[in-house]
């Protein structure tokens, strides 16, 4: 998963606080998109992207931002941080031509978020 | 809106043998792909199988297989010969092929017992 780079890897905020996830990929990739993990709910989609300016809400978007001014990067904002955002969220990244051949998805190492 | 199902949220097999890992879906799309993934606790997403909705063979990886039943709209995964390395969580996945989105099912941890 070398391609797509989270970080922070750590995070522990306080409920109100707001902060910014980041996602970069070095793969050219069109599609990138967010999830989060929690237990027994497997991953949820929250938000996105199939290129540069466009995004759309994925399952779960509430509570979340998402921007994309290139190609490389898309981070997620929690702009009011809430315990129950307390999750391990992972980005994801693929090409986007030919959805149906299954192009390879990359994933990224995970970023473990506590709200307290 | 497309829905993943797996109904098992825990499975439990014999090293050496055969288990079959359940998923459903729901899509009015005819043109969509299915994954298996593998998630161990280092919680690194690994592919295990892919499946083309066009394709009616079902796939194969080595000791994985699946049972691709399109009408019914069913997407199970056959471990055979299981190994202790197959012990992990595995997802079920459905992307659409007209919008890209990659969603998930809830997941099911495998153990496998020595």
């Known amino acids: 998963n070398a391609g797509v780079t989270q970080t922070p890897k750590f995070q522990v905020l306080k409920t109100g606080q707001s902060m910014t996830l980041q996602c970069a990929q070095d793969m050219n990739h069109e599609y990138m998109s967010w999830y989060r993990q929690d237990p027994g709910m497997g991953l949820r989609l929250i938000h996105y992207s199939v290129g540069a300016g466009i995004t759309d809400q994925g399952e779960v978007p509430n509570g979340y931002n998402v921007s994309r001014s290139t190609t490389e990067d898309f981070p997620l904002r929690l702009l009011s941080a809430a315990p129950s955002q307390t999750s391990v969220y992972f980005c994801?990244?693929?090409?986007?031509?030919?959805?149906?051949?299954?192009?390879?998805?990359?994933f990224g190492e995970g970023s473990w978020l506590t709200v307290v | 809106a497309q829905t993943v199902t797996q109904s098992q949220p825990e499975m439990s097999v014999q090293e050496a043998e055969t288990v079959t890992l359940s998923c459903t879906y729901d899509t009015s799309e005819s043109d969509y792909y299915l994954f298996w993934y593998k998630q161990p606790p280092s919680r690194q997403m690994i592919l295990v199988i892919r499946?083309?909705?066009?394709?009616?063979q079902n796939a194969t990886e080595n000791r994985f297989s699946v049972n691709f039943q399109k009408a019914a709209k069913s997407f199970s995964l056959k471990i055979s010969d299981s190994q202790l390395g197959d012990a992990a969580m595995y997802f079920c996945?459905?992307?659409?092929?007209?919008?890209?989105?990659?969603?998930f099912g809830q997941g099911t941890t495998l153990q496998v017992k020595p």
């Open positions: 994801a990244s693929s090409y986007s031509e030919g959805y149906s051949s299954g192009n390879t998805i990359y």
């Open positions: 996945a459905y992307r659409s092929g007209h919008t890209g989105k990659l969603i």
């Open positions: 499946q083309e909705a066009y394709k009616q």
